[in-house]
């Protein structure tokens, strides 16, 4: 096994000021991502501008973080969130759900996208390309909280967290294993198809096909959350229930995004 490395969550501590890492995470793969596409708004046949994609930036990136914490407080945390209704507004706790990022991501870019008069999926199929860089520093946020972890394991890579919530027993990084398949794999497919220049929505849905399968896996070794437990006979998780729907949306997205190409040509 390995020992979890000596790591403090708040990367830089400036008096009363704490700046954690988990707050960084959502800096890089924020800025990065819209550095990426504003490299390729630059592009002789692009149709986009680069005021256009800090625009579209801006209400994605606020759009994922409200959803993931109302969706985390609805979907894990209901009870705490009646308590404290402010904690919504401390990202710097953790507690994100993916899933409710999603809904909060979908609201904004329909939003963006009736107010820039474009395609809900011609602008998701241009954003969406990029989100793995912000699920990838994420996972590894999730890593530095010791959060998330995955069920107890006797691999020689298991992980011995120092959080007493750990159990103190030799656990799977699930937190890694999701940078590496949600950030780096998600990211190469989802850029190999929009290479191959797909029919409108297609994108899209390869985003959502592809997480949900990779998300459902993962849960496997992943420890569920303790407030909730095991679901339906002490194997399904709520992650895995939250990622049904999206893998269903997303084939019935690319079955439309083909028979629309189809009627097209």
Do not use: C, K
Request: glycine share 12%; hydrophobic share 50%; aromatic share 14%.
């Amino acid at each position: 096994m390995l020992l979890f490395p000596a790591l403090d969550p708040v990367a830089v501590r400036l008096g009363p000021l704490a700046i954690h890492w988990y707050g960084l995470a959502y800096l890089a793969g924020i800025g990065l991502g819209w550095a990426l596409l504003h490299r390729r708004a630059q592009r002789a046949l692009s149709t986009w501008t680069p005021e256009g994609v800090s625009d579209l930036v801006f209400h994605a990136a606020l759009g994922a973080v409200l959803g993931g914490r109302i969706g985390y407080g609805l979907f894990y945390n209901f009870s705490e969130y009646l308590r404290e209704p402010l904690s919504i507004f401390a990202v710097w706790r953790g507690g994100m759900s993916f899933h409710g990022g999603v809904i909060g991501f979908v609201l904004a870019l329909a939003f963006y996208a009736r107010r820039a008069r474009r395609s809900f999926f011609s602008v998701a199929d241009f954003v969406v390309p990029v989100v793995p860089i912000g699920l990838f520093f994420g996972r590894l946020a999730n890593f530095v909280n010791q959060e998330l972890w995955g069920a107890p394991s006797t691999l020689p890579w298991a992980v011995l967290f120092t959080n007493p919530a750990a159990g103190g027993v030799p656990r799977h990084p699930s937190q890694l294993y999701e940078a590496a398949l949600e950030g780096v794999i998600l990211f190469l497919v989802l850029n190999f198809v929009r290479r191959r220049q797909p029919p409108t929505g297609v994108i899209s849905a390869a985003f959502l096909i592809g997480y949900a399968l990779i998300r459902f896996g993962i849960e496997f070794i992943r420890e569920p959350d303790a407030q909730i437990g095991y679901l339906y006979g002490a194997w399904l998780t709520m992650g895995q229930i939250l990622s049904l729907p999206m893998a269903v949306t997303g084939v019935g997205i690319l079955i439309w995004a083909n028979a629309q190409s189809t009627n097209t040509n």
